[in-house]
Antibody, heavy 121, light 109 residues
Framework: QLQLQESGPGLVKPSETLSLTCTVS??????????WGWIRQPPGKGLEWIGN???????YYNPSLKSRVTISVDTSKNQFSLKLSSVTAADTAVYYC?????????????WGQGTLVTVSS | EIVLTQSPATLSLSPGERATLSCRAN??????LAWYQQKPGQAPRLLIY???NRATGIPARFSGSGSGTDFTLTITSLEPEDFAVYYC???????????FGQGTRLEIK
């Protein structure tokens, strides 16, 4: 059974860079046909797509966040990562990593449990 | 940018009743639409993909319909565990993008 687990600091200072890692178990991140993604959810609010990455390293980002986001993959560690620069309080959210359904569907069938990141000094 | 608008924002029903949730796009998304269920403290769960296909393990009381700009999630005979927040999500091929609706809260009446 595929499992995803987010990890990283729970508290980030304003203007700094948020860094999270998603560790994948029960399946290889190098398999073709799948997109891996990051989605966030501010407390009490809805879901916002951040971006996707393919195992080859191709990335697609939410236009509203594109200037601040970098998603990368480390196939040797079976992990992919998120970096979000110049954070503000508006970036406080639960951050989820996810994998799509397959067939380049970009419907997220597998999710991590989520990790809360608070931006505060 | 494709915007998805879900209605109603909150739906109050009793167990055993039928729920009808709507998702409208500001431009056609063909059938590239999914529905998710999210319970408090949990990650979303994929229910429906390609507008009308149930994901693995999803009960038959959940069904999706629609194409183009108007989509519906129907839950026949609500079970106690169905009360949650539901989101629709679309994906475009080019530019590759994903957006979610703002959600519909299904609450017990």
């Amino acid at each position: 059974q595929l499992q995803l687990q987010e990890s990283g600091p729970g508290l980030v200072k304003p203007s700094e860079t948020l860094s999270l890692t998603c560790t994948v178990s029960g399946g290889s991140i190098s398999r073709s046909n799948y997109y891996w993604g990051w989605i966030r959810q501010p407390p009490g609010k809805g879901l916002e797509w951040i971006g996707n990455i393919y195992y080859s390293g191709s990335t697609y980002y939410n236009p509203s966040l594109k200037s601040r986001v970098t998603i990368s993959v480390d196939t040797s560690k079976n992990q992919f990562s998120l970096k979000l620069s110049s954070v503000t309080a508006a970036d406080t959210a639960v951050y989820y990593c996810a994998r799509d359904f397959g067939g380049y569907s970009r419907y997220f069938a597998y999710w991590g449990q989520g990790t809360l990141v608070t931006v505060s000094s | 940018e494709i915007v998805l608008t879900q209605s109603p924002a909150t739906l109050s029903l009793s167990p055993g009743e039928r729920a009808t949730l709507s998702c409208r796009a500001n431009q056609s998304v063909s059938n590239y639409l999914a529905w998710y269920q999210q319970k408090p403290g949990q990650a979303p769960r994929l229910l429906i993909y390609h507008a009308s296909n149930r994901a693995t393990g999803i009960p038959a009381r959940f069904s999706g319909s629609g194409s183009g700009t108007d989509f519906t999630l129907t839950i026949t005979s609500l079970e106690p565990e169905d009360f949650a927040v539901y989101y629709c999500q679309q994906r475009t091929n080019w530019p590759p993008s994903i957006t979610f609706g703002q959600g519909t809260r299904l609450e017990i009446k």
